[in-house]
Nanobody, 127 residues
Framework: QVQLVESGGGLVQAGGSLRLSCAASGRSFNNNNMAWFRQAPGKERDFVAGISWMGRNAVYADSVKGRFSISRDAAKNTVYLQMNSLKPEDTAVYSC????????????????????WGQGTQVTVSS
């Protein structure tokens, strides 16, 4: 059974940092571009960051550029999201995964309704 399990979320004050992890099991995603999305209450799920299959290319939503950093560890089949200078508007459920087909140059358009995605981890930033 293929699973993606996110961890590392929690409650943090504005200006603080968190590091999210997304561990995959059941198959390797080392040949897939991977992404983090987030969904705030009452809002659509939005793209946050994407990383190419070899980890050489990364793209970010404008709202997180300069504050968030995505990385991956092929040996651990894991993707990370380092979040710094957190703001209350970053509060959301963060999930990771891949739609399996979006090219690296279009990761911002990855479809979170296709492919494999985790259940998410809650990030709450207090002001």
């Amino acid at each position: 059974q293929v699973q993606l399990v996110e961890s590392g979320g929690g409650l943090v004050q504005a200006g603080g940092s968190l590091r999210l992890s997304c561990a995959a099991s059941g198959r390797s995603f080392n040949n897939n571009n991977m992404a983090w999305f987030r969904q705030a209450p009452g809002k659509e799920r939005d793209f946050v960051a994407g990383i190419s299959w070899m980890g050489r290319n990364a793209v970010y939503a404008d709202s997180v550029k300069g504050r968030f950093s995505i990385s991956r560890d092929a040996a651990k089949n894991t993707v990370y999201l380092q979040m710094n200078s957190l703001k209350p508007e970053d509060t959301a459920v963060y999930s990771c995964g891949t739609d399996l087909y979006t090219a690296a140059q279009n990761m911002g358009n990855m479809n979170p309704k296709l492919g494999y995605w985790g259940q998410g981890t809650q990030v709450t930033v207090s002001s």
